[in-house]
């Protein structure tokens, strides 16, 4: 069975530093990832997906992630937050045959001037 | 091009009532998702239509769910009686035909449905 573990329910950062979202997945065959944001009141958004080819996969707002299959992690990075970043973020897991998506619990970033 | 629309925004009822919550697809998109998140947790797979078909039912949790999809167009989720547990964000999403395992899926804004 697949599943999703994302490390820390709540992520502060400062304005302009360093984002990093922990996303570990557990799947028996190769995985197609996605991180999705949700900002307050609306449904979410897809951030960047992981299908195959380039493990770096770059995606909207300046958002990337990397795949790495010898650690089984897909974290989320983006090199200067902003102050409209500030959300929650989920990352999921779905393989080939099987539509659904499997996700994590959630990370919600705060960020702080 | 309008997204996924879900209504009511959020709904407040007596346990052992019924609620039946709506779901509009973007058009043209023929496969239908439904997801819950019970608060703290994970988002969780409910049920996927293709078109009027249900493909894959292996996340409702009992026979108090019944989910329809007239036509392949819009979608219902009733719950019927409601019960404490299944307070909660409902969530829909769709995608086109096709290859749509890895194709991004279009999310509502979901319906908070509280059980008093």
């Known amino acids: 069975a697949q599943s999703v573990t994302q490390l820390g329910s709540h992520v502060s950062v400062s304005e302009g530093a360093l984002v990093l979202l922990r996303c570990n997945y557990s799947?028996?065959?190769?995985?197609?990832l996605f991180w999705y944001v949700q900002y307050p009141n609306q449904g979410l958004q897809l951030l960047l997906k992981?299908?195959?080819?380039?493990?770096l996969v770059k995606g909207i707002n300046g958002f990337e992630a990397e795949f790495k299959k010898s650690e089984t992690s897909f974290h989320l990075t983006k090199p200067s937050a902003h102050m409209s970043d500030a959300a929650e973020y989920f990352c999921?897991?779905?393989?080939?045959?099987?539509?659904?998506?499997?996700f994590g619990t959630g990370t919600r970033l705060l960020v702080s001037p | 091009e309008a997204g996924v629309t879900q209504f009511p925004s959020h709904s407040v009822i007596e346990k052992g009532q019924t609620v039946t919550l709506r779901c509009d697809p973007i058009?043209?998109?023929?496969?239908l998702y439904w997801y819950r998140r019970v608060m703290g947790k994970e988002i969780k797979f409910l049920l996927h239509?293709?078109?009027?078909?249900?493909?894959?039912e292996s996340g409702m949790p009992n026979n108090r769910f019944l989910a329809e999809r007239t036509g392949g167009t819009y979608s219902t989720l009733k719950v019927q009686p409601a019960e404490l547990e299944d307070s909660g964000v409902y969530f829909c999403?769709?995608?086109?035909?096709?290859?749509?395992?890895?194709?991004?899926?279009?999310f509502g804004p979901g319906t908070r449905l509280t059980v008093l």
């Open positions: 999403a769709s995608t086109e035909g096709g290859r749509a395992f890895y194709n991004e899926q279009f």
């Open positions: 799947s028996s065959v190769p995985p197609y």
């Open positions: 992981y299908t195959t080819g380039a493990t």
């Open positions: 999921a897991v779905s393989h080939t045959g099987f539509q659904k998506l499997v």
């Open positions: 058009s043209g998109h023929d496969n």
């Open positions: 239509f293709v078109k009027e078909s249900k493909q894959d």
